[in-house]
């Protein structure tokens, strides 16, 4: 152990989402040990969410001993610029959707000085998952996130990918269907995201439903409120058009990876977030429609896995990684 | 410079094609000093095959003053496998199309025990261009060859992506048309390489002059006998038909460049091979529909290039190249 660990023995990570705001100082072994949170809206202005998060900090920094013991922050956030420390554009936020927010250097400013990482929040549960996951000792591999959105994290020679601009790894906005594709929320039509993150599975919820007069658990719901949560509840009870929604989800997830295979050759895809609950339901389908689809010299070689980190705590984790990256 | 750059000052670059193999003696700046080549079929085993290669070797390492001043030797070979230095299972050629052939290896005990890096073409092509061409100083790009097949080296912060088995970089088999796509010599459909290489653009030309009435100079030939450069030639006399035939490709390979952008958001999009020949008409197509395609923060961000390094040389070069990374 370096003396730098033995004096600050901890990180900060702050998985900043659209909603929450959740900061937990980590160890090295990717325990965390205090935690607090902020509600993220409602601040006009970046300093003022900046200055509400430093007060919540204070308390948990002096838990573990003052801010002497901390060696660095890391950031998840959506739209964040690895290369300048900014968030840009972000649509979700309303002190961030209109501009290039310097967030790293505000936080570092407020906090003595210490180093801050900021990346989005696919790439830093990317990182995580090489620090404390399922990923430990992997060069090459892709962390595929099924939220809201469909977001990546891209590994490459033990390296992550950020591109010549900070933004490299957006795979939930390769195009899977060319003619007659769904909108997506980017303003193109056919990405994987409009298929594939929750939103896309409870689209597709709804246009089963309204094509079909098959029955099913889903028909007693509002069309319009049905979410993937619902498609997953109904699917583990065996409802037939539900496990369906899960095929063909899972079919498209494979036809993709099969391209990213391609493209990089992972020793692994790893899949994250709430989607991933599902289980075989969604694993099963992804990994024969890879076999199904992927050029010959890949077959057999990549690996399928669910994020190893803890679900409640696994951004969090995501983003502290990034601080010791720092 | 190192001491050995002076005692060494060369590398053996050997581009070994589906018909000949090519070597030649470059030295740092990336001048060929001397040059021979032998076919590459005729040799029923690999032995053989290096055997006669050294012979025609010899005569030009004494032309540069004997093995002592070779620091290196560098293949790009079809199916090349970086990290063993093996070509494998390479359909076209007799000597390798049924197993793994320790290329590299042999050459290297035939030459004085003198490193022998191997690659495939694509990605030799891209190592030339970062070494010796208009990559110089990038570190985040992708050169498409454009040929018989379409093939891909990808570079990442400033390295060369070989994945977690050596094939990494197969662009050209990335699907980009899932429904009713045109078979693909790998034995899957609607592969960019079906549609983009050479013979891609042959088979658009037949299929456009079977399906319209539309007058054309490319109807005064064999259909079955078109080739990628007739179809350049016709369009050089502004013949429409063959115009759209370049429009369709170059649509086609900027609709997959932005998908490739959302990967690893490149600095530069390198062309390279014969079809590059066809200057803008391939080009300017290309960059319409990578504008029309991509996701906005990528827009405007990446150049689009053709090879810097002369072509006759340039597989050469590249294959060199691979020699000083040794």
Redesign the interface.
Known sequence: MSNDSVNKPYVIGLDLGGTNSVFGIVDARGEIKATTAIKTQGYDKVEDYVDASVEALKVIIEQVGGIETIKAMGIGAPNGNYYNGTI??APNLAWAHNGVVPLAKLFSERLDNIPVGLTNDANAAAIGEMTYGVARGM??FIVITLGTGVGSG?V??G?L???????????G???????NGRPCG???SGCLEAYCSATGVARTARELLSKTQEPSLLRELDPEAITSLDVSIAAGKGDALAKHIYEFTGEMLG?AC???A??????AFIFFGGMTKAGDLIMDPIKRSYDK?V????KG??KFLVSGLDGSSAAVLGASAVGWEM
């Open positions: 840009e554009f060069k090459n891209i490459i020679n390296q990918v950020y591109g010549c601009d900070g933004f490299a790894g957006e795979l906005h390769v195009i899977v269907r060319r003619e980017c303003g193109r036809e099969a391209d990213f391609a493209f990089s050759s992972p020793e689809n050029l010959k010299i890949f070689k990549a």
